[in-house]
């Protein structure tokens, strides 16, 4: 059987790994720099204590169990699509076919040291945790958070979670009855943060930061991060004592030592089946890929996954001579359950419609839901509902 070789143990490549390994078709390597699955989308919960970060993890060995592909815990270094090679750390690996999935780096801002992001490396969680104890601890202070963009690849940017963790961290302080004592400001460069999500999404956020009492600091970039606030291009000031910063995607720095076509930003250019421009062996999906569609379109877990189930169907078509294949494009949504601790909004935006609808209480228990059932469906213990 042909090898097909994964890099990236994220929703993505994980996904794909699943798919291709179902067909019994190929000998399936995913190459990760972690032995689990992150769920990004709860770790919003580690800081406020609502979730441990083990109860954010999904073991691969529990995803082998029931669809046995290889794991090598590696980091790669260089690919040579060429030579349809892949060089991590530690191994050499070849190919017949490829998949790149192991998502974006993040853009560097000046003193970016002084934050911490809820998007970053899994125990980073951990370090906001210890930061909003001490300050809880203290009985007062003043928290800052905030996202970036990219422009040039206006999709990599991650708004939502600074949303949810800002709420989250609202309601926990209230829980305490030291709300009163704290300074919340939520930050951002671009004049309407969340307009990707449509207008209903905008008119139905600054309704929450008024009726929560969060201040809103927008329209400025931002020059630098310094240990006690974020400073702007005009030289103004955001006191903080604590700051959650979310830095926009950017193209992984190896992939310029590689030999694959990239966009401005630095991500591999894929056509809509998530083929590589000019190797037709080698995918890209996820993260890691250079959207194109409209200018609303952000990168999220479930379109990394939709792409990855794709490329594992257009790899099979390949191989059995097949010509249907499944594009991304047609696809593209936002789609999230934005938490706020006591509740939550179902967001939807498409090419046609965009509707936020209001689900106080139940919200937070159906976020809860669907990370069970990501748990689940991962390990093969519960059928995959269509379109989730």
């Not at 291709?20 to 406020?48: A, C, H, M």
């Not at 909003?132 to 928290?143: C, F, H, M, N, P």
């Not at 604590?242 to 193209?251: K, N």
């Not at 590689?258 to 190797?279: A, M, R």
């Amino acid at each position: 059987m042909k090898q097909v070789l994964i890099l990236g143990g994220g929703f993505a490549g994980i996904q794909t790994a699943i798919e291709l390994q179902k067909s019994g078709n190929f000998n399936v390597t995913l190459v990760s720099e972690r032995d689990y699955l992150y769920l990004f989308p709860i770790s919003i919960w580690i800081p406020v204590h609502k979730k441990e970060l083990d109860d954010v993890k999904v073991p691969i060995a529990n995803i082998q169990k029931k669809y046995p592909f290889k794991l090598i815990v590696d980091k790669v270094s260089q690919i040579k699509g060429g030579e349809n090679t892949v060089i991590c750390e530690n191994h050499t690996l070849s190919f017949d076919y490829l998949v790149v999935a192991f998502g974006s780096e993040k853009m560097v801002h000046k003193g970016i040291s002084n934050t911490l992001s809820i998007c970053a490396k899994p125990e980073m969680a951990l370090e906001i945790r210890a930061k909003i104890d001490a300050l809880v601890q203290k009985g007062e202070g003043r928290i800052a958070m905030g996202f970036g963009g990219n422009p040039k690849e206006k999709s990599a940017v991650r708004g939502g979670p600074a949303f949810e963790l800002m709420f989250n961290i609202h309601n926990y302080l209230k829980s305490k009855k030291i709300r009163q004592n704290f300074e919340l400001t939520f930050f951002a460069p671009m004049d309407e943060p969340g307009a990707r999500m449509g207008k209903g999404a905008l008119v139905m956020l600054d309704k929450m930061f008024t009726k929560y009492g969060i201040n809103k600091r927008f329209g400025k970039k931002i020059k630098e991060f310094e240990s006690d606030g974020v400073v702007f291009e005009d030289d103004s000031k955001l006191e903080s004592d604590f700051t959650m910063f979310i830095a926009a995607g950017a193209g992984p720095v190896l992939l310029k030592e590689s030999d694959l076509p990239l966009s401005e930003g630095g991500f591999i250019k894929i056509d809509n089946f998530c083929q590589v421009n000019g190797y037709p062996n080698i995918f890209a999906v996820g993260d890691i890929a250079a959207f194109e569609g409209p200018e609303w379109i952000a990168k999220q877990g479930h379109i990394a996954e939709l792409m990855g189930r794709n490329a594992a169907f257009n790899i099979l078509g390949m191989e059995n001579g097949t010509p249907k294949r499944k594009g991304y494009q047609e696809h593209l949504n936002i789609l999230c359950v934005m938490d706020t601790g006591d509740g939550a909004a179902f967001v939807f935006r498409n090419g046609t419609k965009a509707f936020i609808i209001p689900m106080p209480v139940v919200g937070h228990w159906m976020k809860k839901g669907w990370g069970v059932y990501s748990k689940l469906t991962k390990v093969g213990k519960f059928p995959r509902l269509p379109g989730l």
